[in-house]
């Protein structure tokens, strides 16, 4: 199956790159592109795309902003694809405030070719993209800094069960559902059934939004590695 892309970024020379390097491959069919997330919204909206590479600051109305409309949309829109932000930056507000949005990941503009077409494949598939090297750290500094201003979210931890809450907590600390299954002695399947549980009752889209949850929570600590 073809996984339909549309980028979203100001830059010409930027969408006419990432668009030259998706067209090549067999199983992904850029069908969009817009200059401004206003744009990027419209376009989306007509062409219906799987996924969205979307910049995070551009002009008329910013990356955050159009995810959230994507994500979020008014009654009677019924399409919503997958968001992958798109930033220049290490640490950026706007990438934290997208992930909490509903965005399925973020992406380094100056990543390798093959990390960006992985990505694609990644967030089109259902999973979230946590980039290894800044995602986590992105995540728990904001969320050491700025708690989110909400009913306590340690409260909804009661409503599952241990081995949920073990899973959740390994999810925050970056593992693959292969790497969860080793070390719990679980099937990956058992994995993904309890995955998709704690989204459930948690109320959560995707991984990206169970990692930001259990740092709000307490459940992991900025600074927990991997493991």
């Keep these: 199956m073809t996984i339909r892309v549309i980028i979203v970024d100001d830059q010409a020379m930027v969408r006419a790159g990432f668009a030259a390097l998706l067209s090549a491959q067999a199983d992904i069919d850029v069908v969009g592109e817009a200059p401004d997330g206003r ?92 980039a290894p090297s800044v995602t986590r750290r992105l995540i728990a500094d904001f969320v050491e800094r700025r708690p989110a201003p909400r009913k306590n979210p340690a409260l909804r931890l009661n409503g599952l069960t241990p081995r949920e809450t073990e899973v959740l907590e390994l999810i925050a600390r970056g593992l693959s559902n292969q790497e969860i299954a080793g070390h719990l002695v679980l099937a990956e399947q058992t994995v993904k059934t309890h995955i998709g549980r704690v989204l459930g009752k948690l109320d959560l889209r995707d991984r990206a939004q169970a990692v930001i949850f259990a740092y709000e929570a307490g459940l992991v600590r900025p600074g927990d590695a991997k493991g």
Excluded at 47 to 68: I, K, N, Q, T, W
Excluded at 87 to 105: N, Q
């Design 39 to 130: 744009q990027g919204v419209q376009v989306s909206r007509t062409v219906h795309p799987d996924v969205v590479l979307m910049d995070v600051r551009m002009p008329e109305m910013d990356g955050l902003s159009a995810a959230r409309e994507l994500l979020d949309p008014p009654p009677g829109v019924v399409h919503r694809p997958k968001v992958l932000m798109l930033t220049t930056f290490d640490i950026d507000d706007y990438v934290y405030e997208a992930l909490r949005a509903g965005a399925s990941g973020f992406l380094l503009k100056d990543a390798p070719p093959a990390d960006l077409i992985a990505a694609v494949r990644v967030v089109a598939s259902g999973e979230a993209l946590l």
